[in-house]
């Protein structure tokens, strides 16, 4: 279609599903988390626990709201013609933008190339927004100009950021976070988006999908290295194995309930898609952790060995605490089923003291929750 006038779409479409632009619009988000997780392996190799991780969390938000702005705008709003086309090409280039400025900020503190990709993003969706207040009457068109007028105060709040003193910069991207996070609660305090929440679980799938392919990436990239450098296959295996077992068992675990019946209306949903920053950024350092092992496996990591495995147990055992909280809670009965999710991410937490095989340890230990999670469903539909 050249042209339609965009309206929301219903709520109760059956079959909906995520379209070519928007699985095209998350692949090239890849780019940016495999920059993100890059720095967070150089900064934790080298012994900056600090700096690294708190580097990653900031970069990891713009690449996490970026994607998130786009996809709850889309759900309600796909219309799929020319116009949206374009503007969504444009997001993308963003994206990319943003992507090359990762080094820059996680490094040096500079977010000029960042910020620039912001604006060639948020111009975009203003623009969306402002098709979408056209279409609209009464509270949908209230609600839709509140969206366009939040996002250029909170471009410009990031744009007056650089001229910011560089010592204060990282508490000021707080305050703005803060901001950004109140926008769709202030918009949508009288007037709901109409989102459909079978995609939007879908959506948020496939984004989790991405950033575990992107960790079993990662990892196999720095094991062939290590291989090819160093020929210590006997220290890299059981690395290798644990972090397979680790990505598998976390594809499993997410997957294991449906979590869009529980999105009826944005006081669920809100909660649950904020919490998926975590989700989100714990799955891809999982293969930030692995590269990390692997350099310490080889001599080339300069941390203990401790360090090194907490670098892969921590982020999985947020991933499956964070998994449990938002999700998988609401659909287990009984004690045993609600206790499988916790007392595993502790289980894993606890690997990181296991020597050198904490990695294949913890990935044992997903398996296993995996395997007892299957077991006490299967159990409770048999009615034992």
């Given amino acids: 279609m050249t042209y339609v006038r965009m309206t929301s779409r219903s709520r109760h479409e059956s079959h909906r599903a995520s379209t070519p632009l928007e699985l095209f619009f998350d692949l090239c988000f890849v780019v940016a988390v495999a920059q993100a997780g890059r720095q967070l392996v150089h900064a934790l190799a080298e012994g900056h626990v600090g700096a690294g991780i708190t580097g990653y969390l900031f970069v990891f938000f713009g690449v996490w709201w970026a994607w998130m702005n786009f996809t709850w705008f889309a759900s309600a709003y796909d219309v799929d013609d020319v116009p949206y086309r374009i503007a969504t090409l444009v997001q993308i ?53 509140t969206y366009a007028i939040g996002l250029l105060v909170c471009q410009a709040g990031w744009v007056a950021l650089l001229a910011a003193p560089e010592h204060s910069r990282r508490w000021l991207f707080l305050v703005l976070v803060m901001v950004e996070l109140l926008i769709p609660a202030v918009a949508e305090r009288s007037y709901q988006t109409h989102w459909h929440p079978h995609h939007i679980a879908e959506r948020y799938g496939l984004f989790t999908i991405i950033v575990l392919g992107e960790t079993i990436a990662a990892s196999t990239v720095a094991v062939q290295s290590a291989i090819d450098e160093h020929e210590a296959l006997g220290e890299l295996l059981p690395i290798a194995a644990g972090g397979l077992l680790l990505v598998f068992a976390a594809w499993w675990i997410y997957f294991a309930v449906p979590a869009h019946d529980r999105l009826r209306g944005n006081r669920e949903a809100i909660p649950w898609g904020y919490g998926h920053y975590v989700i989100f950024a714990s799955a891809a350092a999982i293969g930030a952790g692995l590269e990390v092992a692997i350099e310490h496996a080889v001599g080339k990591a300069h941390v203990s060995a401790l360090s090194a495995n907490l670098t892969v147990c921590v982020p999985a055992a947020l991933f499956l605490a964070f998994v ?45 929750a995996v395997a007892v999670g299957v077991t006490l469903a299967h159990q409770e539909r048999s009615g034992a």
């Fill in 324 to 368: 449990w909280l938002l999700h998988s809670r609401h659909f287990k009965r009984g004690t045993a089923q609600q206790l499988v999710l916790p007392l595993t991410a502790l289980a894993i937490l606890a690997c990181a003291w296991s020597g050198a095989q904490a990695v294949l340890w913890a990935g044992l230990a997903a398996s296993a």
């Fill in 93 to 145: 280039a963003g994206v990319l933008i943003y992507s090359a400025g990762i080094p820059r900020a996680f490094n040096d503190n500079d977010w000029t190339i960042c910020v620039l990709g912001y604006v060639v993003m948020r111009l975009a969706l203003t623009v969306q927004w402002l098709r979408a207040a056209a279409g609209e009457e009464g509270a949908a068109r209230r609600t839709a100009l």
